[in-house]
């Protein structure tokens, strides 16, 4: 097989990585920042329950993770898997462990707030979530930018973990290419694409925390 | 006419009593400073004041709306200064972005901050962070300012220029309410003077009186302060 064909194929397979990547991001960053709120609830209840999920998602390996919500529905509740299904299943996955991770980051940086912030906005009349939106939010961004940038590399490489329920991503075609030509050489190749890919990442990151590095 | 009046306030702390018992009354147009040693109470008696604790018993009575200043100013980081001054005339009160500007770089003007409203907190100096603060106060047309010990995270030679600024609204009978151990300043400044010891007003009168009491705890108090 001539190298261009198997950069195509990986290429395609890329595609999916990134879609996996894009989706994770998208909507595991808000809804980890709810789940933080959860976590500091007053209400016992509402914590403990979120408490659980934190530790279940953290304690178990995210491979296990996708194979259990893939199959689920099927062993569990009889209903039989549609084609779609695999790629709902690994979106549901990435999005439900990574909200988890970074509900604990959110937490980690609403809690070093000084209670002054909070003080003065309420001095002055903000509502609560305008202190929320306008003051302390902004300020946790900064302060969590590089641990959300560490969790967002991680990432990138945890998109392989897809193959596991057979969802055709980077990983996935590397290990067939490899495997059909008997050669390494789409790994090595595929190794490289996700070091571009954690390159650009870590770039975007970055150029982020120089915008807000304005104050301190 | 009195804008505020406190009555019978108490509060406690796990179990510790830091106000027992405490009343005043704040009138339009007054200075009011509150003096004593550490733990007092005197800060806990301004934040009951202000909302930010909430008394064990007692009674709160306010005509119109206050703002404060705090002893290590509280700004927003992330905002400029101008932005700092102006956010909450605009975002909560729903003011006139116009006006609001308008009379934001009148009071910074008036602060001596005219060439840093683009600047952020933390390029300034802790006086002008200090005076920042005051501007934003004043942005919301208080009718009684708090003061929570407004120069102790300052230097020396920084404590000055907040003393004068405090100075010159208390000319313009801005009504004030002002916690400090600045001593000569709260005689210099001050309609009346709270003097407060173990949770209790110990002694309450204007500066003259106050300052010329024969009460052995004021006396044993205002004798740590050497240029009195």
């Known amino acids: 097989m001539a190298i261009s064909v198997m950069l195509m194929k990986l290429l395609e397979g890329m595609g999916v990585s990134v879609m996996i990547f894009l989706v994770t991001l998208i909507f595991s960053l808000p809804l980890g920042l709810l789940v933080s709120f959860g976590r500091m609830s007053k209400n016992p209840v509402i914590r403990t329950i979120v408490k659980v999920y934190i530790s279940v998602m953290r304690g178990t390996p995210l491979m296990l993770q996708l194979i259990a919500i893939y199959f689920g529905p099927y062993y569990g509740l009889g209903i039989p898997n549609s084609p779609g299904w695999k790629n709902t299943a690994v979106a549901i996955g990435f999005i439900l462990n990574y909200a988890a991770y970074f509900a604990e980051i959110y937490r980690g940086g609403i809690e070093s707030m000084s209670p002054g912030q909070y003080e003065a906005a309420k001095i002055l009349g903000y509502s609560r979530a305008q202190t929320f939106f306008r003051i302390i939010l902004p300020q946790v961004i900064k302060r969590i930018l590089p641990a959300v940038t560490n969790e967002t590399i991680t990432l990138v490489k945890d998109t392989s973990l897809a193959f596991s329920i057979g969802v055709i991503d980077m990983f996935t075609v590397a290990k067939a290419l490899s495997a059909s030509q008997t050669s390494l050489l789409p790994l090595v190749f595929a190794g490289v694409f996700y070091y571009i890919f954690n390159f650009i990442v870590a770039f975007f990151m970055e150029s982020i925390e120089k915008k807000l590095n304005y104050y301190h | ?228």
């Open chain 2, 1 to 228: 006419m009195s804008l505020l009046e406190m009555k019978h306030i108490k509060k406690s702390f796990n179990g510790q009593e830091v106000l027992r018992d405490i009343s005043l009354t704040v009138e339009k147009g007054e200075v009011l400073s509150i003096i004593g040693p550490s733990g007092s109470g005197k800060s806990t008696l301004l934040r009951c004041a202000t909302g930010l604790e909430t008394p064990d018993s007692g009674e709160i009575r306010y005509t119109g709306t206050f703002g404060l200043v705090f002893q290590n100013f509280n700004l927003f980081p992330h905002y400029s200064v101008i932005k700092n001054v102006t956010d909450a005339p605009i975002k909560v009160q729903k003011r006139r972005k116009d006006e609001v500007y308008q009379e934001a770089r009148a009071l910074l003007a008036k602060m001596g901050l005219s060439d840093k409203e683009n600047a952020y907190p933390c390029q300034l100096s802790g006086g002008q962070q200090q005076r920042v603060s005051i501007a934003r106060a004043l942005a919301m047309n208080p009718d009684i300012l708090f003061f929570d010990e407004p120069t102790s995270a300052l230097d020396p030679e920084l404590t000055g220029e907040i003393l004068k600024v405090i100075k010159d609204l208390a000319a313009e009978h801005m009504t004030m309410v002002i916690v400090t151990h600045e001593m000569s300043f709260a005689r210099n400044v001050s309609d009346h003077i709270l003097f407060m010891d173990q949770g209790y007003v110990e002694l309450e009168g204007t500066a003259e009186e106050v300052f010329a009491s024969s009460n052995s705890r004021i006396r044993g108090f205002l004798g740590k302060f050497e240029n009195i």
